[in-house]
């Protein structure tokens, strides 16, 4: 495995504005020196944490999908992070991996925040997914996923897991204590993209976004302003301690219910 350099941005999300907030990542995306092999970008990122699906929602050859697909032509990387998405006559909160090849994959957020009745306005997805570019393994789960740590456990098939956020402040601590969490147990490294700012329903975002290698060390974190990180995850170091502290060799063997494989 060669390294993978992955840029996150952490930022402010203009409320029910997808021109507006695809213009603010324009100029952000701009300003990149080195774009590096995946850019992530939060949850919702073009509209904020909304419960108007139906209202907000666009198709996969939407103005949305489509800017993202542009971006990662232009930058030669990956561009990710969620959507508000109509298909198949359901809503989805889809986590879009646009490539730059012109290739769109995805996954459908699985675990619906219903504190704020996410699951009356979207679908749940039922496919774990995993996204492979530049010989690493990605799997990607959206917000409210990472306290089900069953659904994101490592069957040996990922080497990164990714993580898209609208975390509200009051529960900054939990999102970092279990991020390190998710590194330490399945022995990759985890990345976490949230946002920043006040959204439409005055609900605080304090960021927090980051990188954890599989020993759960701190790598990069972002502070509660407008930052961009980057952060280059080394491959071979990964293979090593795999190798030097199999852990994963006496991982339970599972089956999760309701789950689709592809």
Sequence with gaps: MRNLTVTMIQTDTAWHDPAANRRAYDERLAELAVPGDVVVLCEMFSTGFTMASTEQAEAMDGPTVNWMR???????????????????????????WARPDGGVEYYDKRHLFRMANEQMHYAAGRERRVFTFRDWRVCPQVCYDLRFPVFSRNRSDYDLLLYVANWPAPRTSQWLALLKARAIENQCYVAGVNRIGMDGNEVPYAGGSGCWDPMGRSMVEA????????????????????????????????????????
Excluded at 70 to 95: K, Y
């Design 70 to 96: 542009e971006q990662a032509a232009r930058l030669d990387a990956v561009v990710c992070g969620s959507v508000v998405i109509t298909d198949r006559e359901a809503f989805f909160n889809r986590f879009v």
């Design 223 to 262: 502070g509660e302003v407008h930052q961009v990180l980057q952060v280059e995850l080394d491959g071979p170091a990964l293979g090593a301690y795999r190798s030097s502290f199999p852990a994963w060799m006496d991982a339970d063997q599972f089956h999760i219910d309701g789950e689709r494989t592809s």
